[in-house]
Structure formats: C-alpha cells, structure tokens
C-alpha cells in the first residue's frame, strides 16, 4: 500500500507539472504575434494535455484497481516536427519575433528540459516496469518538444528568422 501511495504521489506531481506547462504554452501562444511561433506554443499545450490526460488515466487505475497493473495509454501523435519544418520552409526572412517572444522561447526551451530531467528521474525512481516505461516515453516527449523549441531558438538567433 505504501507503494502505491508512493506512486500516486508522484502522479499527482506529473499532472501539477503538465497542467503547469500547458498554462505557459496557452499564455505564450496567446501574446505572440508570430503565426508560427502561436502554432508551435499551441500545438506543445495539446501535447500537455494529451500527458495530462495519459497520467490521469494511470492515477484513476491506481486509484481504484489494486491487483493489475494498468495498460499504458498510447500517446497521441504529435503535430510538432511537421509544423516546425513548414515554419522553416514559409516563414518570411523578413518576418521576426520580439524580445517577449524570443524570451517565451527561451524558457519554454529550460520547461522542457526540466520536464525531460523530471520523467527521466522518475523513470530511474520507478519500482515497477509499467511506471519505467511510462515515465521513459514521457521524458521522451518532451526531449522531442526540447528539441524542436531549441532548433526554432538558435534559427531565431541566427538571423531573427526561421531560416
């Protein structure tokens, strides 16, 4: 029983963080002006809310089966890659960010790190395979966030531009 409070604990921990970080994404792509840059904050919060709902399936399970473990959602496929190459490929070399948006930028590239580090540890801390995995596939997502976030920040910092 321990462990199983041990592991809701750190549920409800991950939903905290998720809901945390689609608020962020909502308020950036609410105040940027850049087409791209609000898709690519906008379609990162549907990307919250898919872990959201992900890690609320795992805690309702936990919360109410106490023999099986449960089955691990599938994540829903992400927009984010494809959406980031036609930024690279429309955007205007003309058409720039400000320094609020370069700054959104800038630490929704740290959030999503912290939230790789964050899954990346609990994935280390996990006792039972279906929370290692769970947590591995997380850290997993948002590497994949991290990554495209930082290609779309050094593209800006190379030219103030996507390309």
């Not at 950036?28 to 809310?49: G, S, V």
């Not at 805690?59 to 449960?70: A, D, I, T």
């Amino acid at each position: 029983m321990a462990e199983k409070s041990r592991s809701q604990k750190t549920l409800e921990e991950a939903i905290r963080f998720e809901v945390e970080g689609r608020d962020f994404f909502l308020k950036a792509a609410d105040q940027t002006k850049n087409y791209f840059a609000k898709l690519i904050f906008q379609t990162i919060a549907e990307d919250e809310l898919d872990h959201i709902q992900r890690v609320k399936k795992i805690h309702e399970h936990l919360l109410h089966s106490e023999k099986k473990e449960p089955t691990l959602p599938v994540p829903k496929m992400s927009s984010l890659r494809t959406i980031f190459r036609q930024a690279k490929e429309q955007m205007d070399s003309k058409a720039i960010l400000n320094a609020d948006e370069m700054e959104a930028i800038r630490l929704a590239v740290q959030l999503e790190i912290k939230g790789h580090e964050f899954y990346k540890r609990l994935a280390e801390e996990a006792t039972r395979p279906f929370e290692k995995t769970f947590y591995q596939q997380l850290a997993q997502e948002e590497s994949t966030h991290f990554s495209t976030l930082h290609e779309m920040e050094e593209a800006m910092m190379k030219g103030t531009t996507f390309g």
